[in-house]
């Protein structure tokens, strides 16, 4: 009896120890739907400087084909080749290595390198193809190039419109042909900046968001939209029928 007494203890006892230990699963992320974490600390915006006048400023040469429609200024510095213009259509001004221009570039080397500065306890590392995911204020990373593919990306600001995210790319950028940029709980196109190490493309009728950042240079195929700004540092921008719309 007293045998049958002591095991029936040790019994309830295992099933109290048992009961209070911690799981070593990883816990859930449900404030995001995709599970990427929802980050505690928020990023300040990247002041652009003069650079926050133009839609289009490149380093080399811009050349569009077809009906491309840009709303803002289109800027190049130091080249001087520009084509497309008409047909192409400028709401804005075209500022050809001039002055403005040339303080612009200065401006953008200093916000490019603002943004690829930037750390973070809770910096969020993204890889590969970030198609379906969505994203929450803050500052995300790649240490190699970054695709939009799969499905759709959204970024949603909880409500916050003066909400900023900071994308950093250590190297290129591909968006394939229909992917869209989302915005939700508030997000603005404005307070989106995707810095990108080399090159940047964007398929064809792929709607994109955000200020574009480019090391090198920005290519546009067929029907793409922008609305923010497309700023490339060394080299150029290609454009073919597109609408760009600085924000």
């Not at 080399?60 to 008409?86: E, H, K, Q, R």
């Not at 403005?100 to 590392?125: C, F, H, P, Q, W």
């Not at 994308?167 to 997000?187: D, E, N, P």
């Not at 940047?200 to 968001?209: L, M, N, Q």
């Amino acid at each position: 009896m007293k045998t049958k007494m002591l095991l029936t203890t040790l019994a309830l006892v295992s099933v109290v120890l048992l009961s209070g230990c911690k799981s070593d699963e990883p816990t859930k992320n449900t404030d995001n739907p995709n599970g990427i974490p929802v980050q505690g600390s928020s990023q300040p915006t990247v002041a652009l400087g003069a650079s926050s006048n133009f839609a289009v400023l490149a380093g080399s040469a811009i050349t569009s084909t077809g009906a491309t429609n840009i709303t803002g200024d289109l800027g190049l510095s130091p080249g001087t080749s520009c084509g497309g213009f008409p047909p192409g259509i400028i709401v804005g001004t075209k500022l050809i290595n001039t002055i403005e221009s040339t303080t612009a570039k200065l401006d953008l080397t200093a916000a490019y390198n603002d943004a690829a500065g930037r750390t973070s306890t809770d910096i969020v590392t993204l890889s590969g193809n970030i198609g379906g995911l969505t994203l929450t204020p803050g500052l995300y990373k790649t240490t190699s190039t970054l695709a939009l593919s799969s499905g759709d990306l959204t970024f949603d600001a909880k409500g916050n419109a003066n909400a900023v995210f900071i994308i950093q790319i250590a190297s290129s950028l591909t968006v394939t042909s229909g992917r869209k940029v989302i915005l939700a709980g508030g997000a603005s196109a404005a307070n989106i900046f995707w810095q990108v190490g080399s090159s940047a493309t964007f398929g064809t009728t792929s709607v994109f968001k955000g200020t574009i950042m480019a090391m090198q240079s920005i290519t546009f195929e067929t029907g793409a939209s922008l609305t923010g700004r497309a700023l490339a540092r060394s080299a150029g921008i290609v454009m073919a029928g597109n609408v760009i719309v600085k924000q």
